[in-house]
């Protein structure tokens, strides 16, 4: 009989434990684009500070599991370097997109390399397999190693649209995530890859494309071309506290603050807008 | 006369406790039994999608080496060639197989037959850590240790088949190694007492004898170790470089099925066809683990004979 009470405790605990988040606290959860990660983790915390109820869970996983996740419900927030529209399976009329910041894609090389620059013709060509060697573009007499981020994530998307002009890229090494990227590229002499600029670092060296280097300034007047929005999608009956929260990151307190500090560009701040098919067209104000 | 009948055909307080002991264990088993049959149906329904709906075929799913969901062919089915992921898992696999086998029955050779204390105190608690090590530390050496020196020893990137066969290697090492003891440990004393006795030396003891006796369970523990290559993920994904394209040599970037799902898998809906080829990878994956198993108890069956 002792043993019969055990596993009727151990159940009721199990089930009592459980119930244990529902106490007042009030939780959310967005994932997805590990681009927009960094922002969504501080601005979450921030939240958090402000509403001491009020937690935001923030996880990665890609744009794909983003827009995928929040389609199917199971989370309060996605996370998207794309339009959903742009996701095959995606029906984006059943979401509400917000836009919520600008960010840049830089190309980032090993840092022994003496090149600094390259035409954007170049660089297109170094991703499509044309160009394999780096004399050929001015630098020393070494293979280069494209290291690719893998099919479908949202930055290789942004990188693609803004740079190969729908010239498919070799197929070479793929990393799963940014981090990976950048400690590759700090090892490999000859390599080259690209990441959000929040993820720049001085593990790496950034590249300016015909002479222009990816500040936000140069972002903002669209003389860096390779820039997208960051999404933030929502299911149609969010509840209070998902609106809350984006509204919270279109504030203009985060927007002014972290999203500067961390390397994105504000919406705001934009001169040029890009639509859903990457034409880039000035705001009018 | 009553009270007898009653106590002869009331269930007794034993018989009663064995009754529930035996619906317990019934239901739990059953529940793994469901658990494990739903898990494969699951995996099969999604992975067969893209033969059935896309109209891949399966013969060049297997041979092709295109792998590139969003695109299609003159008949519109979605390029999927799996070639490039099933020569870089076999290739890791075997490699890594091919260099650990000696060592790990060099090393069970030693603690069975040559140096059973030695063994205990210092080979075996140094087997038991290489277990109990996670994958993602091996892959984190691998990236930082292995890679540069593969690197510098023959060039390329570093990536490659190469640098996962040596990850590998370390990986499986402990299952073979731990495997071949037991089975060496399993060869009957009065095997090696008649062979001394007939005036053999203790190589010739242990090549002519326990080895040959002690072959199936050896085999089976090579088995496994292969299994464990086969189907290690993170740690290879680390290493190999990933690059969906045919191995042209050893230090080439290369991939694995494992890695492809990994990589993959949180940039796919759910639904669409790139996912679907995910889960046929998936698919084929639980097809060689349950070869490698039928392996293992075809090899187990053979030995007892």
Redesign the interface.
């Known amino acids: 009989m002792k043993k019969t009470w055990l596993l009727v405790i151990s159940f009721v605990s199990l089930i009592i434990l459980t119930g244990c988040g529902n106490s007042k606290e009030e939780t959310i959860t967005a994932v997805g684009s590990s681009a927009v990660q960094p922002l969504t983790e501080a601005a979450g915390e921030k939240y958090s500070e402000l509403n001491k109820d009020s937690y935001i869970n923030v996880q990665g996983g890609g744009t794909g599991t983003g827009l995928s996740q929040i389609q199917s419900g199971a989370v309060d927030i996605g996370n998207s370097d794309l339009f959903a529209e742009q996701k095959k399976g995606i029906d984006a009329d059943k979401l509400v997109g917000y836009q919520i910041c600008v960010v840049g894609i830089v190309p980032i090389v090993n840092k022994e390399l003496n090149v600094d620059n390259l035409s954007l013709s170049q660089l297109r060509k170094i991703f499509s397999g044309e160009i394999t060697n780096w004399k050929e573009v001015g630098g020393p007499d070494l293979a280069i190693t494209v290291v690719n981020r893998a099919n479908g994530s949202g930055t290789r998307s942004v990188f693609e649209n803004s740079v190969m002009n729908n010239i498919e890229t070799k197929s070479s090494q793929e990393q799963d995530s940014s981090g990976m990227v950048r400690q590759i590229i700090s090892n490999t002499p000859g390599s080259i890859s690209y990441v959000a600029l929040p993820y720049l670092n001085s593990d790496a060296k950034a590249l300016t494309i015909d002479h222009k280097a990816a500040t936000p300034k140069n972002i903002i007047n669209n003389d860096w071309k390779i820039w997208a929005y960051e999404h933030m999608y929502t299911q149609k009956n969010a509840n209070k506290l998902t609106k809350d929260f984006v509204k919270y990151i279109l504030s203009d307190e985060v927007q002014n603050d972290i999203v500067k500090k961390m390397k994105y560009i504000p919406m705001k701040d934009m001169k040029y807008q890009k639509d859903i098919n990457g034409h880039v067209t000035p705001i009018k104000r | 006369m009553d009270n007898i009948k009653a106590k002869l055909t009331v269930k007794s307080k034993s018989s009663k406790r064995e009754m529930n002991g035996k619906i317990i264990s019934m239901f739990c088993t059953t529940i793994i039994v469901v658990l494990v049959i739903s898990l494969i149906g699951f995996i099969a329904s999604k992975g067969i999608a893209i033969f059935v709906v896309d109209k891949v075929n399966i013969f060049d799913f297997l041979t092709h080496s295109v792998w590139?969901a969003?695109k299609t062919d003159s008949q519109g089915r979605p390029l999927l060639g799996a070639l490039p992921m099933i020569v870089g898992s076999f290739g890791v696999t075997f490699l890594a197989t091919i260099i650990a086998t000696p060592f790990a029955v060099a090393a069970a050779i030693f603690m069975t037959e040559i140096s059973p204390k030695l063994g205990n105190k210092v080979l075996q608690p140094v087997i038991e850590l290489l277990v109990g090590i996670p994958s993602v530390v091996y892959g984190f050496i691998g990236?930082?240790v292995v890679?540069?020196l593969v690197?510098k020893m023959f060039g390329g990137?570093?990536?490659g088949i190469l640098a996962g066969t040596f990850v590998l290697f370390v990986m499986i090492l402990p299952t073979i190694t731990s495997m071949s003891i037991d089975a060496l440990k399993a060869v009957p004393r009065h095997y090696r007492e008649a062979a001394l006795a007939v005036g053999a030396t203790r190589w010739q003891t242990i090549s002519r004898v326990v080895l040959k006796a002690g072959a199936p369970g050896l085999f089976t523990a090579v088995v496994f170790g292969m299994a464990r290559a086969f189907g290690e993920a993170l740690a290879v994904?680390?290493v190999i470089?990933?690059?969906?394209?045919l191995p042209q040599n050893l230090i080439s970037?290369a991939?694995t099925l494992t890695s492809v799902l990994?990589?993959?898998?949180?940039?796919?809906?759910?639904?669409?066809?790139?996912?679907n080829a995910l889960w046929s990878l998936a698919l084929l994956l639980l097809l060689m683990s349950l070869l490698f198993n039928s392996l293992v108890k075809f090899i187990a069956k053979k030995g007892t004979l």
């Open positions: 590139s969003d990236v930082s890679v540069p690197r990137s570093g990536f994904q680390m470089g990933n690059a969906m394209l970037p991939s990994t990589m993959n898998m949180g940039n796919t809906v759910m639904g669409t066809t790139s996912n």
